[in-house]
């Protein structure tokens, strides 16, 4: 796949042709633990399948700070590349990797010995604790293979190649599923061969998207005597970096506090929570993809300097948010049910209500996330990274409060309305800004 100049031609096909392979590469990464909760539930037990949910959250921070850095890193290499700054494309790529490698191994060993100290302050039950654990700490040591499939990735989609990382993310998928079925469905291992088969598809998926880029990407190639730090491009990378991995943290510590809320009310919601915060991901990622599309578009275009084009591309970008919209409503609304019985067997009836009440709510909420998604891309785009921590962190923060005030007299259903709460004020904040932005470019 050539790299793709976004500063010409039609701005809707950019946008579709890039997002299209983005949402379904992020839909195939995020079956790697949809396919591990739905074969724990129904092989191991509900027990693992709750097990799972409550060590997801901090998974989550670890994976989303870690995109953010290297979501940072790729708007840097975009703006290169629009600009045809071809020499401090390779730079960037080079300090994102080196600087990379020493902060995923850190990572990794830091998570894997606070797992068990983490879940007691979230107050995990005993009955699933030492489960928990377990599988959390083996996640964390697969963190220097997420970063690298994320680094990778993110220097193939800033020159416009949003397929490749697709195919070796489907491929990964693919092993993550076939080996979970041998050794847990058919083998009857327990939940360490689940957190194994996850870490083997991460390792996977970095492999071969390194491999890619030295035997077709010349632009991204790194020599011997090109692996060097730029100090000057390693301030500017954590800049935009560190608020982007705050931004992007936000969400799952958001999801962290919650699952605190959750946790006291018993194996049967900590099951059904992890249910539905799986196929609300599913849900979620095509408008954040489209959201890094739009990234991408007004990156490149703002480093070619063609303002018009980043507004009528933003434009383009909201509606196909807003169409998105539409489906995934329609998608929910029917087949509420039937999704919640992917992750346990029909037995657990209470768990499917549970599940299937909250979904009811949020198939409409779904809305708010697709605006705010689109909004977040534009200004991250435009370099304007404090903007996007901003809105986010006080979407996140009035989710958490208001889960804690709603939840005790609705139980799940609060937590819905607590989102539609955090997104609505987070429109009121970044859409005005919006304008205002726009005014002053003017001026």
Not at 5 to 16: A, C, F
Not at 188 to 215: D, H, P, R
Not at 217 to 242: C, D, H, K, V
């Amino acid at each position: 796949m050539a790299a793709v100049n976004m500063t010409e031609g039609n701005s809707t096909k950019h946008l579709i042709r890039y997002s299209v392979p983005l949402i379904l590469g992020n839909l195939f990464q995020l079956t790697y633990n949809a396919v591990d909760s739905m074969i724990a539930g129904r092989f191991i037990g509900k027990e693992a399948l709750a097990a799972e949910g409550t060590a997801s959250p901090v998974m989550n921070i670890i994976i989303l700070g870690i995109s953010g850095i290297c979501m940072g890193a790729s708007v840097l290499m975009s703006e290169f590349f629009g600009a045809k700054r071809y020499d401090e494309l390779k730079q960037e790529m080079a300090t994102t990797v080196l600087f990379g490698c020493w902060f995923s191994i850190l990572v990794a060993l830091v998570g894997a010995f606070a797992s068990s100290p983490l879940l007691r302050i979230l107050q995990v039950p005993e009955e699933i604790h030492d489960m928990a654990s377990i599988y959390l700490s083996i996640i964390f040591l697969g963190a220097p293979f997420t970063y690298f499939y994320n680094a990778i990735s993110a220097a193939l989609k800033s020159v416009g190649d949003s397929k490749t990382p697709l195919r070796f993310l489907a491929f990964s998928a693919v092993l993550n599923a076939v080996l979970d079925l041998i050794f847990i469905g058919l083998l009857g291992f327990g939940i360490v061969c689940s957190a194994m088969t996850t870490v083997i598809a991460e390792a996977a998926s970095a492999l071969l998207c390194i491999a890619y880029v030295y035997k077709k990407i010349p632009l991204l190639q790194l020599r011997r005597g090109e692996f060097q730090l730029n100090p000057a491009l390693l301030r500017q990378t954590l800049r935009y970096g560190s608020i982007t991995a705050l931004q992007q943290s936000c969400q799952p510590i958001g999801k962290l506090l919650i699952q605190g809320a959750i946790n006291p009310m018993g194996v049967d919601i900590i099951a059904a929570f992890n249910a539905v915060n799986r196929i609300d991901d599913y849900a979620f990622t095509p408008e954040q993809s489209i959201s890094h599309g739009i990234t991408t578009f007004v990156a490149q275009n703002r480093g070619a300097r063609k303002q018009e084009r980043i507004r009528s591309g933003f434009r383009q970008g909201l509606l196909l948010e807003f169409c998105y919209w539409v489906l995934i409503f329609s998608i929910i609304t029917i087949g509420k049910r039937p999704f919640m019985s992917l992750f346990v067997t029909e037995g657990n009836t209470a768990i499917i209500e549970l599940g299937s009440s909250y979904l009811t709510l949020m198939a409409v909420f779904y809305l708010f996330p697709a605006f705010t998604n689109g909004i977040q891309g534009f200004f991250r785009g435009m370099g304007k990274m404090s903007v996007t921590l901003l809105g986010t962190f006080i979407q996140t923060s009035l989710r958490v409060i208001f889960v804690y005030l709603l939840t005790p007299h609705l139980g799940m259903r609060g937590v819905a309305f607590s989102c539609a709460i955090g997104w609505s004020v987070m429109l009121l904040v970044e859409v005005p800004y919006y304008f205002f932005f726009w005014h002053k470019q003017k001026n």
